[in-house]
Nanobody, 127 residues
C-alpha cells in the first residue's frame, strides 16, 4: 500500500507560480513512477505530468509543457509540481498518483495504469 498526501494548493493570480508537493509513505518510493493529474467539476480527470523512478524521464501534457515542471526527491519520498505562468484554465483539483508498473522511461497518461491516488489539493487561479 502507498499513501499519498498532496499539499501546496491555494489561490494564485494569473501569471504567478505555485509549487505542489506530494508526500508518499508505505512502499519504496524510489520504485514508483509518479504522476500529476487534475480535474474540474463536470470534466474527466486529465493527465498533467509524470516522472520516472529515477527522475531522469519526464513527460507533460501539451497544455502545461514549458510552464510546469515535475520533479522528485527520493530521499524525502516526495514528488513536486512547479507551476509557473499559471492561467485561469489551470484551476482544478490536482491529484498525485503512483504507478508500480510504469516506473521507467515508458510514460503512461492513462488513469487505470496508476495504482494509488492522493486526496487532491485545490488550485484556483484568479484573473
Amino acid at each position: 500500500q502507498v499513501q499519498l498526501v498532496e499539499s501546496g494548493g491555494g489561490l494564485v493570480q494569473a501569471g504567478g507560480s505555485l509549487r505542489l508537493s506530494c508526500a508518499a509513505s508505505g512502499r519504496t518510493f524510489s520504485s514508483l513512477g509518479m504522476g500529476w493529474f487534475r480535474q474540474t467539476p463536470g470534466k474527466e480527470r486529465e493527465f498533467v505530468a509524470r516522472i520516472s523512478w529515477s527522475g531522469d524521464s519526464t513527460y507533460y501534457a501539451n497544455s502545461v509543457k514549458g510552464r510546469f515542471t515535475i520533479s522528485r526527491d527520493n530521499v524525502k519520498s516526495t514528488v513536486y509540481l512547479q507551476m509557473n505562468s499559471v492561467t485561469p484554465g489551470d484551476t482544478a483539483v490536482y491529484y498525485c498518483a503512483a504507478s508500480i508498473r510504469y516506473n521507467g522511461v515508458v510514460a503512461t497518461t492513462t488513469i487505470p495504469n496508476y495504482d494509488y491516488w492522493g486526496q487532491g489539493t485545490q488550485v484556483t487561479v484568479s484573473s
